[in-house]
């Protein structure tokens, strides 16, 4: 691969703001890269025209940023990147057991962070019809004997700061959850785990006014043990649920639940793969169907199953071939057909509308998310606990997936 040249352009002081690269009047600029931590980094240039290319693992990238926010990194987690809607991103994670939220410009460089001290993580965040941020996680005391896990709602402006925010969950048993969205009547639904013994357990949907207020819930199971990992609202104005159904020690299978826009059961799904299968991720399928992503194999092995509207199998794809990839955790329709995936070893894949793989790369530290902007580039996020069994850092990165090459690896 070669790497373009960054230009060099003598900017006279005749040119006008609008001309020079870094918005100078009046005055000489030398344009070129001025991050040294580009590949084509320029020690003489002295204003940067946007021209830094970057490597990771060798595949060219348009930027990487990083957020290191405990001593060291080694607490800092991020579970959930999302796009906001001034073009920036938002950072759902945890540092030191503390909810974190973590604002962004569209160049991801940092704006804002929050630490919400009455929650332990953040598992997903979505910015509101309102312009602020919903998110929902867990929150563990860890003060007092007998405390157990509850569910963490938070809603807050634009800039991060509390609207409100509540726990809740049984009394005596461990309750989280995973992920959250807003609703077309501009409500939100949660889902995740419910009334966990650490045997027997439920998945969960809950649906809460824009004032969090409980509006119904509903639980459901096909097992003992039954989690909610994953939630969308599909066109039709349906929640799609995707997770598991087993046992808290194994004999996982891959389930999805359809419920009405009041969360009565339309149909629920259990079934079987090769060892055991548990889904992360789920979208709606240009066909009307729903596809959803996570592990098969007992952890060792990336998995893709789409369900048709009646919730049959329409295909599934274990892709044994591909060892210790740890399953994929969050999946996203490509606009030019077929889907992108990040998994649990920082590999991005592509496959077609069937789940054939067209290429899957390895990046470094972007486990957890990818997003598709309108120029078809990709930016992924994540962090460092699961590479290596180490912490953070918080990590972000763009690229342009024309670049890759389409090899099955």
């Not at 503390?98 to 979505?126: A, C, F, H, P, Q």
């Not at 809460?208 to 104005?237: C, H, K, M, P, R």
């Amino acid at each position: 691969m070669i790497l373009g040249l960054c230009l060099f352009v003598l900017c006279c002081e005749e040119e006008t703001a609008e001309d020079d690269c870094a918005g100078t009047p009046d005055g000489n600029s030398l344009c070129g890269c001025t991050d040294s931590t580009a590949t084509n980094y320029d020690s003489l240039a002295t204003d940067d025209d946007g021209s830094c290319e970057y490597l990771v693992n060798g595949i060219p990238v348009k930027w990487l940023r990083t957020f290191s926010i405990s001593s060291g990194s080694s607490s800092d987690e991020s579970w959930c990147v999302r796009q906001a809607s001034d073009g920036g991103f938002i950072i759902a994670g945890a540092t030191n057991y503390t909810g974190l939220l973590i604002k962004t410009d569209s160049n991801g460089e940092e704006e804002w962070r929050e630490l919400y001290d009455n929650s332990t993580s953040l598992y997903s965040v979505r910015q509101t019809s309102g312009g602020g941020f919903i998110a929902t996680g867990y929150y563990e005391c860890d003060t007092l004997p007998g405390c157990y896990p509850d569910i963490y709602l938070l809603k807050t402006n634009g800039s991060g700061s509390i609207e409100w925010e509540q726990s809740f969950g049984t009394a005596e048993n461990n309750d989280w959850a995973r992920d959250v969205i807003e609703t077309q009547d501009g409500n939100f639904v949660i889902t995740g785990t419910w009334d966990d013994d650490g045997w027997n357990s439920k998945a969960m949907l809950r649906k809460y006014s824009d004032t969090g207020s409980l509006i119904w819930s509903q639980t459901f199971t096909s097992s003992v043990a039954n989690e909610g990992n994953s939630l969308i609202e599909a066109s039709d104005g349906s929640l799609i649920l995707a997770g598991y159904s087993g046992t808290q020690h194994g004999a996982y299978k891959h389930f999805m639940v359809k419920t009405s826009s009041e969360g009565d059961q339309i149909w629920k799904k259990k079934n079987e793969s090769v060892g055991d299968a548990l889904l992360y991720a789920v979208c709606e399928a240009p066909d009307g169907g729903y596809v959803a992503a996570g592990f098969c194999n007992s952890w060792r092995t990336n998995f893709l199953v789409e369900r048709n509207g009646s919730g049959n199998i329409e295909w599934e794809n274990c892709f044994i071939e591909e060892s210790s990839n740890y399953g994929y955790y969050d999946i996203i329709p490509s606009s030019g057909g077929g889907y992108y995936l990040i998994d649990d070893v920082c590999y991005l894949t592509k496959t077609d509308e069937t789940g054939n793989i067209i290429f899957s790369v390895r990046l470094s530290h972007v486990n957890q998310s990818v997003i598709e902007l309108d120029d078809g580039d990709l930016v992924i996020g994540g962090f460092g606990f699961r590479e290596g069994n180490s912490g953070g850092p918080i990590s972000l990165l763009r690229l342009d997936p024309s670049n890759l090459n389409p090899v099955a690896n």
